[in-house]
């Protein structure tokens, strides 16, 4: 399909926020970015580190991939001052478990977009209430990772398609509530990956989708384990009027 | 009841019958032959136990349906041994007369042990029976000719029905086999023609739903008045091509039929270079093939109509079940049989970019 979609909207990537945000945990949170994005992949296949450094190459503006890693372990969040974003895999050889990873990188005060092969709702759930900051699949591709690295490096909240699949199927009690529209944008988001076609079909514009979207991601970063992440998430969409406190 | 278990059935009550018999004649016998029994009343009384208790475990095996060969060859030692310490108990004159009244019965209870087992253990069971009596008779020395003939009338008497009836059980149990053999075969053939009636229809069915379509494109290929190299003509051949792929696996035998036919239309598109996303929400309840036609037929012709990708979402619950298809390609033709099922078809395009969903939701009635 050749349908021009970047990013949780098709306008421009949000601003760097200005100042550090204050979330409810103690661990460092994400600080401003200035200056070309700093990523860091962890996945076990190095032909999935070429591909993300050529597409980080072909950003724009360009994203720079500082050093790949096969090994989870090799990863020290201490020393990873330099990273803006991490993407990660959840699968690993020898049985190391990705979501321990996610845990201990969130911790840390890092974004984490993970990337994976697994479109188990489940997971995709876990991931969220676990700090990350967006959940893809592998074949969800190019121009939905570069946006998910773009906008978790802003603080700003995106949606791929398997995120709002999951979401939309969700019966934990703990769930946010989310209102009908809402529902019904990201059940269509979720079929066609195209937010023309769910502007078209629900015969609203295709910011008006971006909206209902931010707002669902945002209300899925007010529930749940806290997590600075979460906490700087909530808190843009705070200053960027996406939702008010009441919704949180 | 079945007529298997009605076969069986015969058996079990003729097993009881030889039983009930068997008690019967110990128990009246016994009374009138143990007053003033020359052998005394223990033995008397310890034949009678032992004749009743093999009797008792017999009816209880014959029940249960149980084979026994061990247990069987005890019981016979026990009321042989019985029998003969009775018989040898008594005056040589006596035997063959009413105080040596364990023979008569012996035969009924052998008979309710044995039952099931070859005939030709009754046969000995008898021939051992008559020939303690003939040894106690030999005792007291060489016997005149009226006891011989005594003898030998009381020994017919109290073998040869016996014999029968172990025979005629046996045979009735050979005969119940083969009528459940027969029973078994017959069954068979009646599942395989119901298969097989099945399967035609269900060919026949798939051949008219082809023929309708495929059979007059092929002919326009085939009389020049359709050209094969015409994009519109190419697409349709795509469409009924990944139709028949998807109506030749229609089969119910998988954990999931419409999933399995929604591969079959994607295996049909990814031969032709399009890289297909197919991603599932929740448990597609089982659906009767019409309804899975009439909610894939519109989707899946889209898919078929893919120039390069395409992403096709199946979203389930208990209610209702949608099928996604997004395309690059132009959108399928509408399946025109979809009302009658509950199924809605709704299609929606951008630019390049075409969505035909439908969705199946069950009726108030059937959720009520």
């Known amino acids: ?248 | 009841m079945t007529d298997q278990r009605g076969h069986r059935w015969y058996l079990t009550a003729f097993g009881i019958g030889v039983c009930l018999v068997a008690v019967v004649n110990t128990v009246s016998t016994f009374p009138f032959a143990v007053v003033g029994n020359p052998a005394g009343p223990a033995l008397n009384v310890l034949c009678l136990a032992v004749f009743l208790a093999a009797t008792g475990a017999s009816a209880l095996r014959i029940v249960r349906g149980n084979q026994w060969r061990v247990l069987a060859a005890a019981w016979i030692a026990a009321i042989l041994t019985t029998s003969a310490l009775l018989r040898s108990a008594l005056p040589p004159d006596q035997i063959a007369s009413i105080p040596d009244w364990s023979t008569g019965p012996l035969g009924f209870v052998a008979l309710a042990v044995l039952l099931g087992q070859r005939v030709i253990f009754m046969v000995g069971v008898q021939l051992t029976n008559v020939l303690i009596g003939f040894a106690c008779l030999l005792a007291a020395g060489l016997p005149d000719i009226e006891t011989l003939i005594r003898f030998g009338s009381n020994a017919v008497g109290i073998s040869v029905f016996q014999i029968a009836g172990a025979l005629f059980y046996r045979q009735l149990a050979r005969v119940a086999t083969a009528a459940e053999r027969d029973q078994r075969i017959r069954q068979d053939l009646d599942a395989r023609d119901g298969t097989a009636t099945q399967l035609a229809a269900d060919r026949a069915q798939r051949s008219g739903a082809i023929e309708s379509t495929i059979v007059p494109l092929l002919r326009a290929i085939a009389d020049g008045s359709a050209d094969a190299q015409a994009p519109l003509v190419r697409t349709a051949a795509r469409v009924e091509s990944a139709r028949m792929r998807r109506l030749f696996a229609e089969i119910d035998a998988v954990d999931d039929p419409m999933l399995h036919e929604v591969r079959a239309s994607i295996h049909a598109v990814e031969r032709l270079g399009v890289a297909v996303v197919l991603e599932t929400r929740g448990q597609v309840p089982p659906l009767p093939v019409p309804l899975r036609r009439a909610l894939l037929e519109t989707p899946m012709s889209t898919l078929a109509s893919a120039i390069s990708s395409a992403r096709v979402v199946i979203i389930a619950d208990d209610g209702s079940v949608s099928v996604s298809v997004v395309t690059d390609g132009p959108p399928g033709p509408v399946q025109p049989d979809g009302a009658r099922w509950q199924v809605q078809t709704s299609t929606t395009t951008a630019p390049e970019v075409t969505w035909t969903q439908s969705t199946w939701t069950r009726s108030e009635e059937a959720q009520a």
């Open chain 1, 1 to 248: 399909m050749t349908e021009p979609i970047s990013g949780p909207t098709s306008e421009p990537v949000a601003e760097p926020i200005n100042g550090p945000i204050k979330g409810p945990a103690s661990e460092p949170v994400a600080g401003p970015i200035n200056g070309p994005i700093r990523v860091a992949v962890i996945d076990d296949h190095d032909v999935v580190h070429a591909g993300i450094e050529a597409w980080c190459r072909d950003a724009d503006p360009p994203i720079t991939v500082t050093r790949s890693y096969t090994d989870p372990a090799e990863f020290d969040p201490a020393a990873s001052t330099g990273v803006d974003v991490v993407v990660l895999d959840l699968q690993f050889q020898e049985g190391r478990s990705g979501l321990d990873v996610l845990r201990r990188l969130v911790a840390a005060g890092l974004r984490v977009v993970v990337y994976t092969m697994s479109t188990d709702a489940t997971t995709v759930l876990t991931c969220l209430d676990y700090g990350a900051a967006c959940f893809l699949t592998k074949s969800e591709g190019k121009r939905h990772l570069v946006a998910a690295i773009q906008a978790a490096a802003a603080n700003t909240p995106y949606l791929g398609p398997t995120m709002a699949g999951a979401m939309a199927d969700d019966r934990r009690d703990e769930r946010p509530v989310l209102s009908p529209r809402e529902q019904e944008v990201l059940l269509h988001w979720f079929r066609t990956d195209s937010k023309n076609l769910v502007a078209s079909a629900l015969y609203i514009s295709t910011a008006t989708v971006n909206t209902h979207l931010a707002r669902v991601r945002t209300k899925y970063a007010a529930v749940g384990r806290p997590a600075t992440t979460k906490a700087a998430l909530i808190a843009r969409a705070l200053q960027d009027g996406l939702i008010t406190l009441d919704d949180v």
